[in-house]
T-cell receptor, first 119, second 117 residues
Framework: EPEVTQTPSHQVTQMGQEVILRCVPISNHLYFYWYRQILGQKVEFLVSFYNNEISEKSEIFDDQFSVERPDGSNFTLKIRSTKLEDSAMYFC?????????????????FGPGTRLTVL | AQSVTQLDSQVPVFEEAPVELRCNYSSSVSVYLFWYVQYPNQGLQLLLKYLSGSTLVKGINGFEAEFNKSQTSFHLRKPSVHISDTAEYFCAVSRTFSYNQGGKLIFGQGTELSVKP
């Protein structure tokens, strides 16, 4: 069964450093998402990406964040200068979009997450 | 804008007992509704979804949920739980899908289900 994969599983970095979190979405999916979950809090939407551009972003997704699909398989989240409050679990998700029925492809499949620890 | 409230942060229950995890949502537009489960140190797995049609939705692992539009609720139920159901459960809502924007999910705070022998 196809699945979303994420690397690394755990990233430790110093405050102010740049980090890149990597995701490989399911191959025929068209929509890609990043979410984050700070310890003990709810899962929060960061950004959605479609047709090689950001389609929607939240208030959290400020200038420190960027996303990229550098090739046909990877989807990355970059944090330019990490802060302590960026420590969280980051989830990548993908979906096909609207299927032939108009709705079938709407399900988002999540990766296992990358735990980012900023010291 | 949409929002989701999960009324219980923790639900302890004995094995083979029934369980209901409550979820209420708020939205000014039509929505899709989802329940996800997160086992320890794992990602989010879809349990079930309501897109349209029958208000009683059946999912994996014997779970079901009922969409109640008048009460804006989407409670998750299982008639008999197992130890292996111990996990965090998240209710989520998205507006109906848009080609340009996709369907971002808005999650509730989560309910920790603890099944005891």
């Amino acid at each position: 069964e196809p699945e979303v994969t994420q690397t690394p599983s755990h990233q430790v970095t110093q405050m102010g450093q740049e980090v890149i979190l990597r995701c490989v979405p399911i191959s025929n999916h068209l929509y890609f998402y990043w979410y984050r979950q700070i310890l003990g809090q709810k899962v929060e939407f960061l950004v959605s990406f479609y047709n090689n551009e950001i389609s929607e972003k939240s208030e959290i997704f400020d200038d420190q964040f960027s996303v990229e699909r550098p090739d046909g398989s990877n989807f990355t989240l970059k944090i330019r200068s990490t802060k302590l409050e960026d420590s969280a679990m980051y989830f990548c998700a993908s979906s096909y979009g609207l299927g032939a029925s108009g709705r079938a492809g709407h399900e988002q499949f999540f990766g296992p997450g990358t735990r980012l620890t900023v010291l | 804008a949409q929002s989701v409230t999960q009324l219980d942060s923790q639900v302890p229950v004995f094995e083979e007992a029934p369980v209901e995890l409550r979820c209420n949502y708020s939205s000014s537009v039509s929505v899709y509704l989802f329940w996800y489960v997160q086992y320890p140190n794992q990602g989010l797995q879809l349990l079930l979804k309501y897109l349209s049609g029958s208000t009683l939705v059946k999912g994996i692992n014997g779970f079901e949920a009922e969409f109640n539009k008048s009460q804006t609720s989407f409670h998750l139920r299982k008639p008999s739980v197992h130890i292996s159901d111990t996990a965090e459960y998240f209710c989520a809502v998205s507006r109906t899908f848009s080609y340009n924007q996709g369907g971002k999910l808005i999650f509730g705070q989560g309910t920790e289900l603890s099944v005891k022998p």
